[in-house]
């Protein structure tokens, strides 16, 4: 028995990914993400700047790259932007009494706020594990912490630009993965 011709499979429309739209979009509109990720303008130009990307594989290591470049001002600049992580809300209050009274003896220490990068901690664990990395960390003397706060930025960056163009990852499906702040969505300020 012979056969007629076969119809080609179907294929779905091309759809933009959202690493495409970033590619295509204007300078400013790509650097206002970026400032919403990591609130550096020298670190949002220089990756704006290198666009296109072939992948998101490279555009995170261009950003990591841009983020180990930071100036001293630049990670001053940042973590002005920055505030406290956000506990779950069905953490008891004395964890927030915990966290409280640490971040202020930690931001009166290093004068600024405590950064650290949340996005593989399981919810149930975040409580625990942001105060038991407010209390290690507030032993460091400040150049050290300095580096370490700088790297949580550089982490945090990547976090949240990885869930602007990945979509969430796997502890938070219908939000970003959480950072510095919860859930892991730049600060507008303090």
């Keep these: 028995m012979t056969r007629g011709l076969t119809l080609p499979g179907h294929r779905p429309p091309h759809l933009p990914r959202p690493l495409d739209a970033f590619n295509a979009a204007p300078a400013g509109e790509a650097r206002a993400l970026l400032l919403r990720c990591l609130h550096s303008p020298r670190w949002s130009h220089r990756v704006a700047a290198h666009r296109p990307y072939p992948d998101l594989d490279a555009l995170l290591a261009a950003a990591d790259e841009a983020a180990y470049d930071l100036s001293p001002a630049d990670v001053t600049r940042a973590l002005?932007?920055?505030?406290?992580?956000?506990?779950?809300?069905?953490?008891?209050?004395?964890?927030?009494?915990?966290?409280?009274?640490?971040?202020?003896?930690?931001?009166?220490?290093?004068?600024?706020?405590?950064?650290?990068?949340l996005g593989d901690t399981p919810p149930a664990e975040t409580a625990d594990r942001i105060?038991?990395?407010?209390?290690?960390?507030?032993?460091?003397?400040?150049?050290e912490e300095r580096a370490i706060a700088a790297d949580e930025l550089r982490r945090l960056a990547?976090?949240?630009?990885?869930?602007?163009?990945?979509?969430?990852?796997?502890?938070?499906?219908?939000?970003?993965?959480?950072?510095a702040t919860s859930p892991n969505a730049p600060a507008p300020g303090r």
């Design 158 to 179: 990547r976090g949240r630009l990885g869930t602007f163009l990945r979509g969430p990852g796997p502890h938070s499906p219908a939000a970003p993965p959480l950072g």
């Design 131 to 143: 105060l038991e990395a407010i209390r290690s960390r507030s032993a460091n003397d400040p150049d």
């Design 80 to 117: 002005a932007h920055e505030s406290l992580p956000t506990l779950p809300a069905d953490t008891y209050s004395a964890a927030h009494m915990a966290l409280d009274a640490q971040h202020a003896a930690y931001e009166a220490r290093f004068g600024h706020v405590f950064v650290i990068y």
